[in-house]
């Protein structure tokens, strides 16, 4: 089942990079009892181990519904159970399960099955779920020391204006001690969030509105996505996670046995960025054409980056695009995860000292006033 235009518009700016990060799954989930990507991957290999081991499929569901440790897929596993009783395949009683599987993971097993193959290609989606879900938890690792300095100096700063600030100023008002120019902005500022906080909130809750609405409209959504590749920093992280959207899925049909052209086209609408999931599909256009693959890339290079079309050109002259493909996603995470990191050694300090200012700032501010107290005091 492809993604849709809304679906697939939701990565923007850092919060689409998290909402990216919670996408790099192949399954979103039923919707009936979410079943996380990691207990989804622990189903498949459970299944790989037991089909490898001559049992067969309906036994082996039952086996894996058994285990404690899978009492929360249970009713999935005997849905399956069920619908394969009934005479169905298992890839379509898992394309039944609305929302379980995407298409490209559908069609792997389909193959599988034609094949006879399903235990090896379950054990690569699972291997496969795995790295994603591996990927995804770093990732979020390393992000979340400067959200998490972020949300915190932000409520220290917002806790301190609204509730420690006024208690100081009643006093200075009291003792008629004329505020200093950082004191009184500081009054100014906290006068200003008690009083129209709420339209800060408004404003915010409004714009996130009214971007959801540009993104539902495909021309706005792709040149807003254009845009965000080309930002410093965050950009080529994002084209980066894009093309491992894209490398993923089209390595993965190659490795499934399909045709460049035919992976390319079940490829499209699996990248959540707009941008570049338009030029795969200039990329199928174009193969369907008789037109070589790298060549196409090269018209994109703004996209692709070098190492990418390289290791096409390679696979293409040696017959190998699927391995070539493999080592493309190995290159690409390392990529993402060594960017990720960068970006984080960078951030964590600027974010630690520019804290440290607002908070020492604000705890200047509030005191200042003291020392004009203190003055009146000795004298």
């Known amino acids: 089942?492809?993604?849709?235009?809304?679906q697939r518009s939701a990565v923007s700016g850092i919060g689409g990079v998290l909402r990216w990060l919670h996408s790099i799954q192949l399954t979103p989930g039923r919707k009936k009892g979410r079943i996380p990507q990691r207990r989804l991957g622990e189903v498949f290999a459970s299944l790989a181990t037991l089909l490898e081991h001559g049992v067969t499929l309906p036994k082996a569901i039952v086996t894996v519904a058994n285990e404690h440790s899978m009492r929360s897929c249970r009713e999935?596993?005997?849905a399956l159970h069920a619908a394969i009783d009934r005479g169905d395949s298992f890839s379509k009683a898992l394309a039944d399960e609305q929302g379980l599987c995407d298409e490209i993971l559908?069609?792997?097993i389909r193959l599988g099955e034609r094949s006879g193959n399903v235990p090896q290609v379950l054990r690569r989606i699972a291997d496969k779920l795995e790295s994603d879900n591996d990927l995804r938890g770093k990732i979020i690792k390393k992000l979340s020391y400067p959200v998490i300095v972020s949300v915190a100096g932000t409520s220290v700063c917002i806790f301190m204006m609204l509730f420690i600030l006024p208690v100081f100023e009643e006093t200075y008002r009291k003792s008629k001690i004329p505020l200093p120019l950082p004191t009184q902005v500081l009054v100014n500022a906290g006068a200003f969030l008690t009083s129209y906080g709420w339209l800060i909130l408004l404003t915010i809750v409004i714009a996130y509105l009214a971007e959801r609405q540009i993104r539902r409209q495909p021309k706005l959504a792709n040149a807003m996505d254009r845009w965000l590749l080309q930002l410093?920093?965050?950009?080529?992280?994002?084209?980066?996670?894009?093309?491992?959207?894209f490398m993923d899925a089209l390595g993965t049909m190659l490795e499934s046995g399909f045709h460049v052209s035919d992976a390319l086209a079940q490829?499209?609408?699996t990248v959540s960025n707009l941008a570049v999931d338009e030029a795969i599909g200039s990329l199928s256009r174009a193969v369907r054409r008789g037109e070589?693959?790298?060549q196409e890339m090269d018209r994109h290079q703004e996209l692709f980056p070098p190492v990418v079309s390289q290791l096409v050109i390679v696979g293409e002259q040696t017959g190998n695009l699927g391995p070539a493909s493999r080592q493309i996603r190995d290159h690409l995470k390392k990529d993402v995860e060594r960017k990720t990191d960068n970006f984080v050694r960078v951030v964590e300090p600027i974010l630690t000292i520019l804290m440290a200012m607002l908070v020492g700032g604000i705890l200047l501010a509030i005191y200042m006033p003291m020392f004009g107290m203190l003055d009146l005091v000795e004298k």
Do not use: E, F, N
């Open 1 to 6: 089942m492809r993604a849709t235009t809304a």
């Open 76 to 78: 999935l596993l005997m």
């Open 106 to 108: 559908i069609q792997q």
């Open 232 to 245: 410093p920093v965050i950009g080529p992280w994002l084209c980066d996670m894009a093309m491992l959207q």
């Open 267 to 269: 490829s499209q609408g």
């Open 292 to 294: 070589r693959l790298s």
